[in-house]
């Protein structure tokens, strides 16, 4: 009994809980399901493998983040795109200063839920209107539709973070505005299929992390800004 119960646990811990944000658009793939089966059953299948795809897609599942002052997590689930050292948008606030910009891109299979890399408080949150560019690429980060946050730390500065739509994404929902106080690891929006999420590192800090490596929102260590640890080297094996 107890082994069948331990298996039972582990089928059910494997699926994620889905975000309310999702659950309208699964109600009307599943209202467009069934008349499609009425109408015609094959596309009623077909109409079935999309709902099931969209449940997947807005899946939400629990992270353990590190706490330990100082670290900076991923804020977003996805591939490393890239890792530049520039001069952030004017939007952002933060200064001419160049500044470590690290890019994770979210494929239309990852988590896209987004949650803070840092705990502290939103002084500046921005919607910018824009195009809807490949956001793998470079200057997608200045000319597609994008939102941006700027969290102050208690000890190390601030943090810039903007969410990015992509080709297929036509909306960046937020779910924390100025002046609220974040932790680490906590969701603060999400971005509907497929974009990327840029995060900020203060002025003379490095990248613990490298291009091509896979990033877990919440949990994935970006750079520890308490440490004088050199930029990581790595290698695809």
């Given amino acids: 009994m107890s082994g069948n119960h331990g298996l039972l646990d582990t089928i059910f811990e494997s699926f994620a809980p889905v975000h309310p944000d999702g659950h309208k658009f699964i109600a009307i793939g599943a209202v467009v399901t069934l008349i499609f089966f009425l109408i015609y059953p094959p596309l009623?299948?077909?109409?079935?493998?999309?709902?099931?795809?969209v449940v997947y897609f807005f899946r939400d599942p629990a992270r353990?983040?590190?706490l330990r002052?100082?670290?900076v997590v991923s804020a977003a689930d996805g591939k490393i795109s890239s890792i530049e050292k520039v001069t952030p948008p004017a939007e952002l606030g933060m200064g001419p200063e160049e500044r470590v910009r690290i890019s994770t891109f979210l494929s239309v299979f990852d988590v896209h839920i987004n949650r803070s890399p840092v705990a502290g408080r939103i002084v500046r949150s921005l919607y910018v209107?824009?195009?809807f560019l490949n956001a793998a690429l470079d200057?997608?980060?200045?000319d597609?539709?994008?939102r941006i946050l700027v969290i102050e730390t208690?000890?190390?500065?601030e943090i810039g973070v903007v969410q990015i739509a992509g080709l297929v994404a036509r909306r960046i929902v937020t779910f924390s505005q100025i002046g609220d106080v974040i932790g680490a690891g906590q969701r603060f929006g999400l971005i509907r299929f497929g974009s990327r999420v840029d995060v900020y590192l203060p002025p003379g800090k490095v990248a613990l992390v490298s291009v091509g490596q896979r990033a877990v929102a919440g949990e994935t260590v970006f750079a520890d800004l308490q440490s004088?640890?050199?930029?990581?080297?790595?290698r695809l094996a």
């Fill in 144 to 146: 597609n539709e994008r």
């Fill in 44 to 53: 009623g299948w077909i109409a079935a493998a999309i709902t099931a795809w």
């Fill in 154 to 157: 208690p000890t190390e500065g």
């Fill in 129 to 131: 209107p824009g195009a």
């Fill in 139 to 142: 200057k997608a980060s200045e």
């Fill in 64 to 66: 353990v983040t590190p």
């Fill in 69 to 71: 002052p100082g670290l």
């Fill in 228 to 234: 004088v640890e050199p930029e990581r080297e790595a």
